[in-house]
């Protein structure tokens, strides 16, 4: 079946603007979760859904990231008034019913100007 | 809170060659152990994965990784590598009850022919 889609998969930006990422799980996965990807920090947890429980949003850097994840499938990644230090790999995973291990996306790469 | 360190930041290799890429781990209580490649532009794809039981698994693209409690380890190793495995590996550590995973620096593998 179809694996876990990102959408887009490039995004150029200028500073001080909003994006939106998205994030299409594989069909009947319930739990999906955002990664990011950037030189000199590895891959970072931002946020984890499972069915209908309250996020896991630990992994936010600021209050400028949030994300929802509407009718337990596609999910938005917002970054408000982004910022260079914002540029990196967004990479989304979804797991069945929460459970290791993560299916991955191709990710969207922003780019901040 | 649990750590993953892949020590080698770049391996090249020679084509035909042996490949080992170590990773360690540090988890309180008994890990969930993965390997993931990422080639250029793209997500991350699982090689393999360790639950419990036999301490070597066996994973895709001829890839096979063994678990050692003694030692916090879970080395990935090929026995001939091809030009095509030159990617970067990741080395990650999950909970038990399954959800984020907590992924090591990466380490990008060259292959020469």
């Known amino acids: 079946g179809a694996g876990v889609s990102q959408s887009p998969s490039n995004k150029v930006t200028e500073k001080g603007k909003d994006v939106e990422l998205r994030c299409d799980p594989i069909s009947g996965h319930t739990a999906l979760y955002w990664y990011r990807q950037s030189l000199g920090q590895g891959l970072e947890f931002l946020i984890y859904f499972q069915g209908n429980s309250a996020p896991d949003k630990s992994g936010l850097p600021s209050d400028r990231f949030s994300a929802e994840r509407t009718g337990g499938s596609v999910s938005t990644l917002t970054i408000q008034r982004t910022q260079q230090e914002d540029s990196a790999v967004y990479l989304c995973a979804s797991s069945s019913k929460g459970r290791l291990p993560l299916h991955f996306g191709n990710g969207t790469r922003l780019t901040v100007t | 809170a649990q750590s993953v360190t892949q020590p080698d930041i770049h391996i090249t290799v020679s084509e035909g060659a042996s490949l080992e890429l170590r990773c360690n781990y540090s988890?309180?209580?008994?890990?969930?152990l993965f390997w993931y490649v990422q080639s250029p532009g793209q997500g991350l794809q699982l090689l393999l994965k360790y639950f419990s039981g036999d301490t070597l698994v066996q994973g895709i693209k001829g890839f096979e990784a063994e678990f050692k409690r003694s030692q916090s380890s879970f080395n990935l190793r090929k026995p001939s590598v091809h030009w095509s495995d030159a990617a970067e590996y990741f080395c990650?550590?999950?909970?038990?009850?399954?959800?984020?995973?907590?992924f090591g620096g990466g380490t990008r593998v060259l292959v020469k022919p």
């Open positions: 988890y309180g209580a008994t890990p969930y």
């Open positions: 990650a550590v999950g909970e038990a009850a399954g959800n984020k995973l907590t």
